[in-house]
């Protein structure tokens, strides 16, 4: 038996001799069979090699090999102690990953890797079974500490570091970027011009409007040119990641700096706008928005008035736009300045109902006499005193024979007092009156 031993690895060993192997070579393999554990591979030997399935599987735990396909591998073992070839696809792989980085490296071309995690400082990339590192200061053009999350991305990057003594790798995802923005800039340089459109993505939403990348260049789109009506912010209108076409506006070719514009893809609706709406018109409209100084009122799809807090009511001055309407209301108003040149339209509510001043004014004379008058407030500079038809009007303290102090003390609201009417102004609002002994 011993003999018989003795003889197969005489066999064996000769075998070898004639098929000029050692362990540490590099050699074709045929794949033969991939079982669950094992992928049995032809060397052109007498035996069969065997290499775990796992060496053969990606980050994703996938099988990337298949039955017939020619793959190089490392002879790991002459014999495994149980008669069998034992090879490695890993250690070939690694060989000829780290060949490949060298080369990169030394040529400046780019390297495919999967960002498998974020570690301290930045990223764990694998380059196939080659780990290296990218800096978080590497990931992007801007640097600094809040790149994003490239984690289960696989993307393209630059060997800025390679040692391989000390399995060393440093990559860059920046150098990409850089070169890549470089020349799609050149690229651009060559083709952009003011008044004409341009392809752009929106890459960022601020208050004041919307960086749009441009392929290499960044261009910047205003609020106030986003839209012909009123946009409070842009993300109302836009989305990150549109894309769309702009006109450029302006291109200070020297700072790097395009203006763009996408209303003036669209027609003015101001151009024809005294063709719809004219000083005196009573129309129809929708509340937009209310604020601390009045409302703002759709007439048309692009055209928006404003009806200012003291255009809202007669007989209340001081009253709060949102007690009274609220946005999607529907409004009556009166058309009472169009400025072209400002692109406002200037509205009113009350002007589409009698003026109860101009009634008071036609009713009445300079000084007639109103008996049994309510008081309404008393103030530091006079008495505002309840008139028919809802409206005040005013004693002045300068028509008081008390002084200012002494007024609050001897008049109270709810009072009654006659009047005698000293002067009418509609126009502003305004009734004078004196008080009647």
Known sequence: MKDTENTLQQLLDKSFESFDLVQGSLVKANVLQIGKKWVTLDIGFKS??????????????????????????????????????????????????????????????????????KVKGGFTVFVDVVKAFLPGSLVDPKGGKDYPDLSGQTLEFKVMKFDKKRTNIVLSRK?????????????????????????????????????????????????????WKRVMHPKEVLNVGDKMEF??????????????????????????????????????????????????VKLDEDIEGLVHITDLDWKNKNINPSSILSRGDSITVKVMEIDLEERKVSLSKKHTTENPWKDFEDKHNAGDILENMNIKSVTDFGIF???????????????????????QEKYKAGDQITVSISGMDSERERISLSLVS
Request: aromatic letters at 6%; glycine letters at 10%.
């Open 48 to 117: 069969d090699g065997l290499v775990p399935i796992e060496e053969f599987e990606n980050h994703a735990n996938e099988v990337h090999v298949a039955e017939g396909d020619e793959v190089e591998v490392i002879l790991d073992a002459l014999d495994d102690g149980f008669g069998e070839i034992r090879l490695s696809r890993e250690k070939a792989r690694k060989q000829e990953t780290w060949d490949s980085l060298e080369k990169s490296h030394a040529e400046g071309t780019y390297v495919e890797g999967k960002v498998v995690n």
């Open 175 to 227: 150098a990409v970027l850089q070169e890549q923005n470089s020349e799609e800039r050149e690229r651009l340089l060559e083709v952009i011009k003011e008044g004409e459109t341009i392809e752009g993505t929106i890459k960022n939403l601020t208050d004041y409007g919307a960086f749009v990348d441009l392929g290499g260049l960044d261009g910047l789109l205003h609020i106030t040119d986003l839209s």
């Open 247 to 296: 006109l450029v506006l302006s291109f200070d070719q020297e700072k790097m700096r395009v203006s763009l514009g996408l209303k003036q893809l669209a027609g003015d609706p101001w151009k024809d706008i005294e063709s719809k709406y004219h000083v005196g018109q009573i129309v129809e409209g929708e509340v937009a928005l209310t604020t601390d100084y009045g409302c703002f």
């Open 385 to 407: 005193v309840e008139l028919d038809g809802g409206i005040d009007g005013l004693i002045h303290h300068s028509e008081i024979v008390v002084g200012p102090e002494e007024i």
